[in-house]
């Protein structure tokens, strides 16, 4: 079974073609190749995995390059392309190496997944968000976004690939997080984007800690009623989170207009007697 979440980097122009090819095609790679990717270290799953996104870019843009070419033909696409050219990173890497780069720029989203068979189970995060467990109704974060440095900046498998390159710093990879974990120490997992984060997770200090009522609805709906029924209260949560600001006549506003992705796996064991039997 493969979970997986990825979201579109707002500045990259085909970024949701490019979060659509994560998901497609990386779920496919963890299911067929999840028993040798388990067996390798984390540094080769990273590599591993990274590689395949690129060269589906690549295999995209070779498929569909009349559409690229009248991307970068238009004003749009001619800024952007200076825009890239001009990154510092671009001194440093072989023409070939620019080419692809300047390609994936364009697919640029973020990968998340949960991969499990039997009782192992494969954690993967690159960019932002979120990756929550669920250890009997005790949620821990498992996976948050690292930075490098003081940079804000969220990073992809593009350019933790190419940075690596060509500064020769495996410290890079540290940026994507790959971990094995038993699966039977969790009753199910929360992928989240960049935004959803708000109603199931609080800040304090630069500490993430789950808000687990919140966490917990959500699996008992899933649990003893319908899908469209923990959606709804999962829109339910977002939208209190993000029309908390009063305007100056009192009504509530929007704070964000960002778009916002969740998934949940549940165990097909779950219940809460489980966990209320032994509290």
């Known amino acids: 079974n493969v979970a997986i979440l990825s979201d579109g980097c707002g500045s990259s122009y085909f970024s949701e073609i490019g979060s659509r090819l994560i998901v497609d095609k990386v779920s496919e790679y963890l299911a067929q190749n999840f028993d040798e990717l388990y067996q390798k270290d984390d540094e080769f799953i990273k590599k591993a995995i990274v590689n395949f996104i690129l060269e589906n870019v690549e295999k995209f843009v070779e498929?569909?390059?009349?559409?690229?070419?009248n991307y970068f033909n238009s004003d749009i696409g001619k800024r952007n392309y200076q825009k890239?050219?001009?990154y510092k990173i671009m001194n440093y890497l072989l023409d070939e190496d620019k080419k692809k780069l300047l390609h994936a720029t364009l697919f640029d989203a973020t990968l998340l997944f949960v991969a499990i068979k039997e009782e192992k189970c494969l954690v993967g995060h690159c960019g932002d968000g979120f990756i929550?467990?669920?250890?009997?109704?005790?949620f821990e974060v498992l996976s948050e976004e690292l930075k490098l440095g003081e940079k804000n900046e969220t990073n992809y498998p593009s350019s933790i690939y190419y940075f690596a390159k060509i500064n020769d710093d495996d410290n890079q990879w540290n940026l994507f997080r790959v971990q094995k974990i038993n699966s039977n120490d969790y009753l199910g997992f929360i992928l989240m984007?960049?935004?959803?984060e708000k109603p199931l997770i609080a800040t304090t200090n630069n500490i993430s800690t789950p808000r687990k009522n919140n966490c917990n609805v959500l699996f008992d709906i899933l649990?003893?009623?319908?899908?469209?029924?923990?959606?709804?209260y999962l829109e339910d949560l977002l939208l209190h989170a993000y029309r908390e600001v009063e305007n100056n006549n009192g009504e509530l506003i929007e704070i964000t207009d960002d778009d916002v992705s969740v998934a949940i796996v549940v165990a097909s064991n779950y219940s809460t007697e489980i966990f209320e039997d032994e509290n």
């Open 84 to 86: 890239v050219l001009s």
């Open 193 to 196: 984007s960049d935004g959803a």
């Open 132 to 138: 929550l467990g669920n250890r009997k109704g005790d």
């Open 223 to 232: 649990c003893h009623e319908t899908e469209e029924d923990a959606a709804k």
């Open 63 to 69: 498929t569909n390059i009349n559409f690229i070419n």
